[in-house]
């Protein structure tokens, strides 16, 4: 029960508290740039949570069973950013052979997730918090997944009804969706004082 | 350096272009996590600036060297194992020689590893054009980021604790504005200085 108890709290806290997108700044690139459709923007988020998962796990276990208390530990980021886009790289196969329209609709921004900011993040902040339990890792990483999907819907949501608005010439496009997000942040603050 | 003094005014074009034309903040919107992640105060956010330069630099000039047994297929890879030897290498030196810095910069050092101001010069540039060029590039592209990072974390410093560079420069009477140290006071700022830039531009032309 116990275990349980703390797997819900870690959950919780990084989609909502600590939120990959509001709080630690990372994923701003897609964030800025798919957000455009709501339907593309899932997409994107499916994949990224799928990815998130593969590489979460993976990195912790690697960083576990062998990195750690030998001198490979300089070796780290290395070795991160090849498991990373090892697993892009499977998930560009997969949806190329099983769903070729979504493979088309995503066009350059799939490889680009090797370079999500989100991905590395959470794997260096799984290595900073000092989890030390392989389900922890594997719900937090699965949670971060979650937590950028939905940051990255709202935004889209918020998007599509931003075209219908009249916004001053000069700050369309880039800086209102910045401020846009600066407003959300200030919203999800409302989360921090529920644990702890 | 007879090469240099030759093609001069190119080379300082090139070095100028990254400062305010090509701008990879303000105009490529390229490297937004650490833009405003790093930018709560201006220490931190020079002490980033370098880090970016040096890395942007030693990469650019592997790159440029290696650019004619780059396949084009595994290019991305070689560009990101370059990268990431490097940002190893800086993020040892800072956690030796820099402890403080280190801690509050945290992994946005490693970060820089998928920052893509940093690929997006190596795949333009670098692996198109010679050792010199690529140098030039390499610093005046740090350098627009790194004045970019520095204006952005002097306004919130100042807003946010009345002082800069950790030295109090607003009267004792000032209300320090907590919001523009968490990361409302970040996004909000890029927003209204991209709007700002936006209207600058639009002026000259």
New interface residues.
């Given amino acids: 029960m116990d275990t349980l108890n703390i797997l819900l709290m870690g959950f919780i806290s990084i989609v909502l508290i600590n939120n990959l997108v ?8 897609p964030y ?1 740039g798919v957000s455009g459709r709501i339907d593309m923007a899932f997409g994107m988020g499916m994949a990224v949570t799928f990815v998130v998962t593969l590489s979460g796990t993976l990195t912790w276990l690697i960083d576990h069973l062998i990195l750690i208390g030998t001198p490979l530990e ?5 070795c991160f ?2 498991v990373i ?1 090892g697993a892009v790289q499977l998930v560009e196969m997969y949806v190329r052979k099983f769903f070729p329209s979504l493979y088309e609709s995503f066009g350059i921004f799939l ?1 680009l997730i ?4 989100a991905i ?2 959470l794997c ?2 799984i290595n ?1 918090w000092e989890i030390d339990n392989l389900l922890e890792a594997v719900v937090l990483s699965f949670g971060a997944g979650i937590g950028f999907t939905m940051a990255i819907c709202i935004m889209a949501g918020i998007r599509e009804n931003l075209n219908l608005a009249d916004v ?4 369309k496009g ?6 846009t ?3 959300l ?2 919203a999800f ?1 409302g989360f921090a004082g529920m644990i702890r | 350096m007879a090469n240099k003094t030759s093609n001069a005014p190119l080379l300082g074009e090139t070095f100028v272009v990254g400062l305010w034309r090509e701008n990879p903040v303000f105009r490529l919107l390229l490297g937004m996590c650490p833009t405003l992640a790093v930018t709560a105060a201006v220490k931190p956010a020079f002490t980033m600036g370098l880090c970016v330069i040096f890395v942007l630099l030693c990469s650019n000039i592997i790159v440029s060297l290696m650019r004619n047994l780059l396949k084009p297929h595994l290019r991305i890879l070689m560009f990101t194992l370059t990268i990431s030897t490097f940002v190893t290498i800086a993020d040892l030196f800072l956690r030796a020689f820099q402890p403080r810095m280190s801690e509050i910069l945290g992994p946005y050092v490693p970060l820089i590893i998928v920052n893509c101001i940093i690929i997006c010069r190596a795949e333009a540039c670098a692996s198109k054009n010679p050792l010199l060029v690529s140098i030039i590039d390499a610093l005046g592209m740090g350098a627009g980021f790194t004045l970019t990072l520095c204006v952005l974390a002097a306004i919130r410093e100042i807003l946010s604790t009345g002082a800069i560079w950790e030295i109090t420069i607003l009267p004792a009477g000032f209300v320090p504005w907590a919001a523009m140290r968490m990361p409302v006071g970040a996004f909000i700022t890029l927003g209204l200085l991209l709007g700002l830039v936006n209207l600058a531009t639009k002026r000259k032309a």
Avoid: D, S
Wanted: one cysteine or more; glycine letters at 6%.
């Fill in positions: 509001f709080t630690k700044f990372l994923g701003i690139c800025l300089v070796t780290r980021y290395v950013i090849l886009a490889p090797t370079t999500n900011c590395l993040g260096l902040f900073l001053p010439e000069c700050l880039a800086p209102i969706t910045l401020i997000a600066g407003l942040t200030l603050m």
